[in-house]
C-alpha cells in the first residue's frame, strides 16, 4: 500500500484532530501519515529533513501570516507540493492560487475527506508533471546553450535553412568561408549558392531527407562564393524534426577541401 505523508502546519488543535481524522478514514489503497507542525519555523525545520510528500499549509501561523508565509515556504522548498489552508474564503485567492505556485486552496470548515484526498493526491500529480517540466526545461536550455556555443566557435561552416531552402542561420565560418556576411546568407538560399550543374542533385537529396526518404546525406560540392569563385566542399546534411517526425530544418555541416579535391 502506497503510504503517503502529510505535513500539516497548523497551530489549532481542533482543525489538527479534524484533518487527520479525515485521512484516517479513506478506504482507499493509499495510506497517509501525518505529521504537525504548531508553527512556520517548526515546518521548515521539518521539511529540511526530508520524507515528505505533501505540505498542507495553515497561513495564520503564530511566527507567519498571509502569503508571505507560503512564498517563504516555496522559496526553500520549490520541489514539495503545496496546500493553502486557511480559515476565511478569498474569491481573490481563489482565482489565483496556482499563479502563485501552490498547488490548491482549502477553507477550513468546508472541507470534506473526499476532497481533501482528492487535494493532495492532485497536488503531489500536479507538482511531478511541473518539477519534469523545469527539468526539461533547463535540459533545452542547456541543449540550447551548447548548440549556440559550437555553432559560433566551430572551424567547419554551420548553415541552418528551413525545409524550402531558405538559409536562416549561417555561422562566422561559413560566412567566411564564402565571402558573405550573415545578413547577406540570410537573403539567400541554398540553390543560390550552388553551382548550376550540382542543383538537380543537390534538390533531389534535400527533398528526399525532408520527406524521409532518407535520414541524412553526405556529399563532395561546389559553393559559389561572393566573389563569384568556386570552392570544392564536403558537406554532412541532416534534419532537425518535430515530435512527429516532420522535417522543420536543415542542418549542413560544411568543410572547405578545395586543396584536397584533386
Known amino acids: 500500500m502506497e503510504v503517503i505523508k502529510v505535513l500539516l502546519i497548523e497551530d489549532n488543535p481542533g482543525d489538527v484532530e479534524l484533518i487527520k481524522e479525515m485521512l484516517l478514514e479513506q478506504k482507499t489503497k493509499k495510506k497517509y ?11 521548515m525545520s521539518r521539511l529540511k529533513k526530508g520524507g515528505i510528500d505533501v ?45 502563485t505556485g501552490a498547488q490548491d486552496y482549502l477553507v477550513k470548515g468546508s472541507i470534506t475527506a473526499d476532497l481533501l484526498e482528492k487535494s493532495l493526491i492532485h497536488a503531489i500529480e500536479r507538482n511531478k508533471l511541473v518539477v519534469k517540466m523545469k527539468q526539461t526545461s533547463q535540459v533545452l536550455k542547456d541543449t540550447e546553450a551548447m548548440f549556440q556555443a559550437v555553432f559560433h566557435n566551430s572551424a567547419i561552416g554551420i548553415c541552418v535553412a528551413d525545409i524550402r531552402g531558405k538559409i536562416v542561420n549561417a555561422n562566422p565560418a561559413l560566412q567566411e568561408m564564402l565571402g558573405y556576411s550573415e545578413e547577406e546568407l540570410n537573403a539567400l538560399s541554398l540553390h543560390d549558392i550552388t553551382i ?63 586543396h584536397g579535391s584533386n
Not at 548550376?196 to 534535400?206: I, P, T, V
Not at 564536403?234 to 568543410?255: L, P
Request: with cysteine.
Open 33 to 43: 501519515r501525518v505529521e504537525v507542525s504548531p508553527s512556520f519555523y517548526k515546518g
Open 55 to 99: 505540505v498542507l499549509l495553515d497561513l495564520s501561523l503564530p511566527d507567519s501570516f498571509g502569503f508571505e508565509t507560503f512564498f517563504k515556504l516555496q522559496d526553500s522548498f520549490q520541489k514539495i507540493p503545496i496546500i493553502l489552508f486557511t480559515g476565511t474564503p478569498d474569491d481573490d485567492m481563489a482565482e489565483n492560487v496556482f499563479e
Open 196 to 258: 548550376d550543374e550540382d542543383k538537380k542533385r543537390n534538390e533531389q537529396l534535400f527533398n528526399e531527407l525532408v520527406y524521409a526518404k532518407r535520414g541524412n546525406y553526405r556529399m563532395r560540392k561546389k559553393y559559389l562564393c561572393k566573389d563569384k569563385s568556386v570552392i570544392w566542399c564536403s558537406v554532412a546534411t541532416s534534419a532537425i524534426r518535430d515530435f512527429h517526425g516532420k522535417a522543420q530544418f536543415v542542418i549542413n555541416m560544411v568543410e572547405n577541401i578545395t
